[in-house]
């Protein structure tokens, strides 16, 4: 059964902290590493990872993948209260199929 | 990218009745998927809505319960059918544009 677990469940930081979220995959026919925001309904597309190693970067945000180890992080400096959400990873396998991790709830403090 | 809307954003239903939610978007698209997001909890695949064909379900979900169709390249629905409160949920669409996957604004169901 495929299986996606994200850490830590939970965060709370400071303005100005920065923070790292992980994510650890186990899937069938991996294809791609998604990353999602998520503040109210509908998650937000960050970024998508093909490719070990090579980091792919937006503002404040990104995020790497190690198709060896299995594994993903996003990282975001200088966190401000706009960055609260539940960031959400997921593994995309054959015929486009997503499998989510629980997500990680971030909550920036000002 | 591709631009997604769903009707309703929101309804509030009696248990034992059935909803039916829209998903439109603005450019035909090879693959259509369903899926739900129950409170608390994260997404999880219901259906990928297939064109002309039946919908491929995911383990533990079922026709009968969540009928869904997809006539065309740009609009599927999906049905709630015989609805009880543990289907409080919202009911995501999504669409693949190149290799990434874009969610529509979500439906929230309550059933009382």
């Known amino acids: 059964e495929d299986k996606v677990v994200q850490s830590p469940l939970s965060l709370v930081v400071h303005e100005g902290d920065t923070v790292t979220l992980n994510c650890s995959y186990e899937v069938t026919n991996f294809r791609s590493l998604l990353w999602y925001k998520q503040e109210k309904k509908a998650p937000t597309f960050l970024f998508m990872l093909t490719s070990s190693g090579i980091e792919k970067k937006s503002g404040r945000l990104s995020s790497i993948l190690d198709k060896k180890e299995l594994f993903s992080i996003l990282n975001i400096t200088a966190t401000q209260t706009g960055d609260s959400a539940v960031y959400l990873c997921a593994a995309q396998t054959s015929g486009s199929r997503l499998t989510f991790g629980e997500g990680t709830q971030l909550t920036v403090n000002p | 990218s591709a631009v997604i809307s769903q009707k309703p954003s929101r309804d509030i239903c009696q248990r034992g009745t059935s909803l039916t939610i829209q998903c439109q978007v603005d450019?035909?698209?090879?693959?259509m998927f369903w899926y739900r997001q129950q409170p608390g909890q994260s997404l999880t695949l219901i259906a990928t809505?297939?064109?002309?064909?039946?919908?491929?379900?995911e383990s533990g979900f079922v026709i009968d319960k969540f009928p869904i169709s997809r006539p065309n390249l740009t609009f599927s629905t999906l049905t709630v059918s015989n609805m009880s409160p543990e289907d409080s949920s919202i009911y995501l669409c999504s669409v693949t544009s190149g290799e990434t996957q874009y969610f529509g604004p979500g439906t929230r169901l309550l059933v009382l």
């Open positions: 809505a297939n064109q002309g064909s039946e919908a491929t379900y």
């Open positions: 450019s035909q698209v090879t693959m």
